[in-house]
T-cell receptor, first 114, second 115 residues
Framework: AQSVTQLDSHVSVSEGTPVLLRCNYS??????LFWYVQHPNKGLQLLLK??????LVKGINGFEAEFKKSETSFHLTKPSAHMSDAAEYFC????????????FGAGTRLAVHP | KAGVTQTPRYLIKTRGQQVTLSCSPI?????VSWYQQTPGQGLQFLFE???????NKGNFPGRFSGRQFSNSRSEMNVSTLELGDSALYLC??????????????FGPGTRLTVT
């Protein structure tokens, strides 16, 4: 079985300060891990994906995430928040090997204040 | 390359009716998955189609069904609509190349309201 827990439902930061969105996962299989972002009234956009090749994954718009197997975590970070980063972020787990069934976390709503 | 398109974008139906939603994947993508997004339950996997066959299925009642055509376009159908079916229905497509990490590309969704 697979599951994802996003530890914060809401995160609020000031523009220019670091962003940390926390995610823990559980998987009986070798997991594939993703972060997706959803802006209001828009579809989901892939930010980054984890492959077994590298534990530190770089994504779009300056975001990155680190896969830590010992902690079963896949936290999303960004050094400096921008107003346009305000959105809902989803941590997602899937079973590796072409099993196209994504298990979504509950989401973290990120607010960015001037 | 055009993205995933979904039609219609908005739909209002009455309890007891049925509805069909359509999804056109990115050209060349063979897998289409459907998800339901609600404020209470979040994003939940409905089913996945690959080469006109349902390959994966989530935990939804039989009122939810789907199909895929030879051009990879997909439809999902919900029969005997209930108020709780009001949701954003998202479609995602992927290449589904064997052995690869399949990232899924999402459409804008169809907002279904059941009254």
């Amino acid at each position: 079985a697979q599951s994802v827990t996003q530890l914060d439902s809401h995160v609020s930061v000031s523009e220019g300060t670091p962003v940390l969105l926390r995610c823990n996962y559980s998987s009986s299989y070798s997991p594939s891990l993703f972060w997706y972002v959803q802006h209001p009234n828009k579809g989901l956009q892939l930010l980054l994906k984890y492959t077994s090749a590298a534990t530190l994954v770089k994504g779009i718009n300056g975001f990155e995430a680190e896969f830590k197997k010992s902690e079963t975590s896949f936290h999303l970070t960004k050094p400096s928040a921008h107003m346009s980063d305000a959105a809902e972020y989803f941590c997602v787990v899937s079973r590796s090997g072409g099993y196209n069934k994504l298990i979504f976390g509950a989401g973290t709503r990120l607010a960015v204040h001037p | 390359k055009a993205g995933v398109t979904q039609t219609p974008r908005y739909l209002i139906k009455t309890r007891g009716q049925q509805v069909t939603l359509s999804c056109s994947p990115i050209s060349g993508h063979r897998s289409v998955s459907w998800y339901q997004q609600t404020p209470g339950q979040g994003l939940q996997f409905l089913f996945e189609y690959f080469s006109e066959t349902q390959r994966n299925k989530g935990n939804f009642p039989g009122r939810f069904s789907g199909r895929q055509f030879s051009n990879s376009r997909s439809e999902m159908n919900v029969s005997t609509l209930e108020l709780g079916d009001s949701a954003l229905y998202l479609c995602a497509s992927s290449l589904a190349v064997a052995g690869s990490l399949d990232e899924q590309y999402f459409g804008p969704g169809t907002r279904l309201t059941v009254t």
